[in-house]
């Protein structure tokens, strides 16, 4: 069923945007509601496309940055420098830091602060009009939805209370200052309440929608070279792209998003059918992680997923398997360098990476243990034989004792979830739960697959071990009867 009055902010967003100089939109794709399926607009071929095919141009002059907006201009003591130095995006943790400017995280939440409260004097108002207003991310999730998460790690990255505390300390303080600045003549000012949820509206908006503005030409960097991952850290200049940010996004996709000096292109990557979305790529992300940050969840990228193991956990199973006093217990956990000590451990498949054409190949598979925890697991009971050498002999028992350690680890974490994966696949594969309930399932479910695969790898591995140190402890004689 249409909604007149949705299509018609998306014709009057389009017309907006055609009338930017350098702007170009293919004849042979339109924006769609595409509500129904859960996607909000997307935009779909009407014909039949070729690969390489450039589908929009959006000049940089369009996009929403500070380089764009008049805001920097007009309160230039805030934007004095880049605020690279403090890239973390977080308040000091009583949350009273004021000074310095913002980072450009920060930035781009004020400028977007501040062309909303334009309204029609904002040139960037039809855009305005067609970003959400609310949300899927877990930011804006209660405590009950949040609860159908259950022993999800990425509950704990959610961060809402440090945004908050950013938004105390870096966006609030600005606008109050400034509200000359920022409210036009005869405009009601915000109360702190609506200024905070504006904050965190357009927070999420930017963390769902922002691109980094690096150009494809200079020099890229080894450390991050995956150009579909975008800057969500605060040290490349964001910006908010226009029409790029209506695409929707999976882990196959067909399209990719060009970074130019003058302007931005989207291009096919592999011929597109009438009919077909257009769509990006965000990154291989899992599905808890892909929630968090843009409220939905995909099949496709549930071969990404992740879940995590604490140490603590590790710690204490392995304590009962070698069943030692305290005093020897306590030296060796003395031996370790707490500052070396990792927290967690990310567990997760070999999943692979998407060709030249945003196509994904074979099966994700479970192909190693975390190489940090066996490795921090080595460091504990190498200082455990210093102290107690009998408790472990050789170099046989400690890669037993290991494997023995992370497999019940892996079982025990996998309890911490209350339901089952059996559970949790019916309530999905007969449709028994819908909106944010399914999405929070489908995470859930995911991390348990992919807790059982490790399980699975652990005990296979463990068994290999095992039967090596048997066969290593017959008579000579014996093994040589067997050959």
């Given at each position: 069923m249409s909604d007149p009055a949705f299509d018609s902010k998306s014709a009057s967003f389009l017309e907006w945007f055609k009338a930017w100089p350098g702007a170009t939109f293919h004849p042979n794709i339109e924006i769609q509601d595409l509500r129904g399926k859960g996607a909000g607009r997307g935009i779909v071929a009407t014909a039949d496309i070729p690969e390489d095919t450039v589908l929009f141009t959006i000049p940089r002059t369009a996009i929403i940055s500070t380089q764009t907006?008049?805001?920097?201009?007009?309160?230039?003591?805030?934007?004095?420098?880049?605020?690279?130095?403090?890239?973390?995006?977080?308040?000091?943790?009583d949350g009273s830091e004021t000074s310095g400017p913002p980072d450009n995280?920060?930035?781009?939440?004020?400028?977007?602060i501040y062309e909303y409260l334009q309204g029609g004097n904002s040139r960037w108002r039809p855009y305005l009009d067609v970003l959400p207003d609310q949300f899927e991310t877990l930011m804006w999730w209660n405590d009950h939805e949040l609860g159908e998460l259950q022993a999800s790690s990425i509950v704990s990255k959610i961060g809402k209370d440090e945004a908050d505390g950013m938004f105390r300390a870096k966006v609030l303080p600005v606008v109050e200052e400034n509200a000359h600045i920022f409210y036009p003549d005869g405009s009601e000012k915000l109360s702190e309440d609506q200024?905070?949820?504006?904050?965190?509206?357009?927070?999420?908006?930017?963390?769902?929608?922002?691109?980094d503005l690096e150009n494809d030409d200079e020099e890229a960097d080894p450390e991050n070279d995956d150009e579909w991952v975008e800057d969500k850290e605060g040290v490349l200049m964001m910006g908010m792209v226009p029409m790029a940010d209506i695409l929707n996004a999976?882990?196959?996709f067909n399209a990719h998003v060009n970074h130019g000096e003058d302007s931005l292109t989207v291009t096919t990557l592999r011929p597109i059918r009438a009919g077909d979305e257009i769509l990006n790529y965000y990154g291989p992300l899992g599905n808890g992680e892909l929630l968090r940050r843009y409220g939905y969840v995909t099949d496709r990228h549930a071969r990404h997923d992740v879940t995590e193991i604490s140490w603590d956990l590790v710690v204490s199973v392995l304590k009962g398997t070698l069943s030692l006093d305290e005093e020897t217990w306590g030296k060796a956990v003395n031996e370790l360098d707490l500052e070396e000590i990792e927290d967690a451990f990310v567990i997760e498949r070999d999943s692979g990476e998407p060709d030249s054409q945003g196509e994904i190949h074979?099966?994700?598979?479970?192909?190693?243990?975390?190489?940090?925890?066996i490795e921090q697991i080595h460091t504990?009971?190498?200082?455990?034989?210093?102290?107690?050498?009998?408790?472990?002999?050789?170099?046989?028992?400690?890669?037993?004792?290991?494997?023995?350690?992370?497999?019940?680890?892996?079982?025990?974490?996998?309890g911490q979830y209350p339901?089952?994966?059996?559970?949790?696949?019916?309530?999905?594969?007969?449709?028994?739960?819908?909106?944010?309930?399914?999405?929070?399932?489908?995470?859930?479910?995911g991390e348990k697959v992919l807790l059982q695969e490790a399980i699975d790898f652990a005990q296979e591995k463990l068994l290999k071990v095992q039967?090596?140190?048997?066969?290593?402890?017959?008579?000579?004689?014996?093994?040589?009867?067997t050959r």
């Open positions: 907006s008049d805001l920097p201009s007009r309160i230039p003591q805030v934007f004095e420098t880049t605020g690279l130095e403090d890239a973390d995006n977080e308040a000091d943790e995280w920060a930035s781009l939440i004020l400028i977007m200024l905070m949820t504006l904050a965190h509206r357009m927070g999420s908006t930017i963390m769902a929608y922002a691109f999976d882990a196959e074979g099966e994700a598979t479970f192909k190693e243990l975390p190489s940090d925890l504990l009971l190498k200082a455990i034989r210093k102290i107690s050498p009998s408790a472990i002999p050789d170099k046989a028992m400690r890669d037993e004792i290991t494997l023995q350690v992370v497999h019940r680890a892996l079982e025990l974490r996998l339901t089952s994966q059996v559970y949790d696949l019916d309530l999905l594969s007969a449709n028994k739960v819908s909106g944010r309930q399914k999405k929070a399932v489908a995470v859930r479910w039967s090596k140190a048997g066969q290593e402890s017959e008579p000579y004689a014996k093994r040589q009867r």
